[in-house]
């Protein structure tokens, strides 16, 4: 069994969506602002949109959705959680093993000597912060137009062509190759539960589609 989450899985930890009405941030979209090129043109910008996701995402907490996936991976020996989300509220939940498909919004690389670090301190105070190296550093996120971690990605790609069961949970299905994983799924004969506020790309594929709110649903399947 597998779960392949989105950002709808946090939104009632009170972490905006990216597509949904509050997910806009100021007059930029997420997709102008995750970029490299955003980045190398003004890296102050992009800091202050994830410094200002950092500070909101350590006030929230894990909401039941969260705790639930956890449980399953703590009774499940089967069971892999791949996640597109970067707020890490799956560790805090209890997951120990989440396949981080779009990496941490908690780690800093640095752009000079690619060094990496935990940096849980919000706000940074100095943005962009820098490396001891002297460099510039990013976040440890992967960008649009960014390749995803090699190793992660097939590892994640393992987990959904071997899973019987793959729950979809609280994303558009826009973003790829994460959202592929459905299909890849799928392919190999999995049933797919899709567990979202709205109708996606993924609806009419899904075998099982249950509308509502992630962190209502989740518990009930693992009672
Ligand atoms: C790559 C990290 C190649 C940063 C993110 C044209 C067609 C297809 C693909 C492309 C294309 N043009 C370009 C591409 C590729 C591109 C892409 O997919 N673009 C999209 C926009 C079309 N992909 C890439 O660039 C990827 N890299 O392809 O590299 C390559 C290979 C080799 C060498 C060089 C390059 C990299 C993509 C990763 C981008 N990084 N995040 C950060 O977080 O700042 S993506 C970003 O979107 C987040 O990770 C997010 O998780 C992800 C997906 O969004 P969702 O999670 O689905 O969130 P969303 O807001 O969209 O939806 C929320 C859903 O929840 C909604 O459905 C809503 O109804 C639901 N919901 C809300 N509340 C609840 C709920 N459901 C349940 N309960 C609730 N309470
Ligand atoms: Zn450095």
Redesign the pocket.
């Known amino acids: 069994m597998a779960a392949l989450a ?4 946090s ?2 930890s009170g972490v905006p ?4 009405a509050g ?1 806009l941030w100021r007059q930029y979209r ?2 102008d602002l ?1 970029t490299p090129e955003a980045f190398a043109s003004d890296p102050r910008l992009v800091w202050e949109w ?1 410094d200002w996701r950092r500070s909101l995402i350590s006030k929230a907490g894990p909401n039941p959705g969260h705790f639930a996936l956890a449980e399953l991976e703590k009774r499940k020996q089967s069971f892999t959680l791949i996640t ?3 707020d890490g509220l799956e560790e805090r939940a209890g997951c120990k093993d989440a396949l981080r498909l ?2 941490d ?1 908690w780690t800093l690389r640095c752009t000079a000597c690619g060094r990496e670090r935990k940096e849980l301190k919000t706000p940074l105070g100095e943005l962009p912060p820098h490396c001891s190296c002297g460099g510039i550093e990013r ?1 440890g ?8 971690p090699a190793r992660v990605f097939a590892a994640a790609e393992k987990a959904a062509r071997e899973a019987e069961v793959l729950l979809v ?10 959202a592929g994983l459905a299909w890849v799924a799928k392919a190999a004969g999995a049933k797919l539960i899709e ?4 109708e ?1 790309a993924l609806s009419l594929e899904a075998d099982c589609a249950l509308r ?4 209502e649903i989740l518990p009930l399947l693992v009672t």
């Open positions: 989105g950002a709808g899985l939104a009632e969506t990216f597509r949904g997910g997420p997709e995750a994830y597109q989300n970067v779009h990496g919004i976040p996120v992967v960008w649009f137009g960014e390749p995803l949970v609280g994303t558009s299905a826009a973003v790829y190759p994460a567990i979202n506020m709205e996606t509502g709110k992630s962190g």
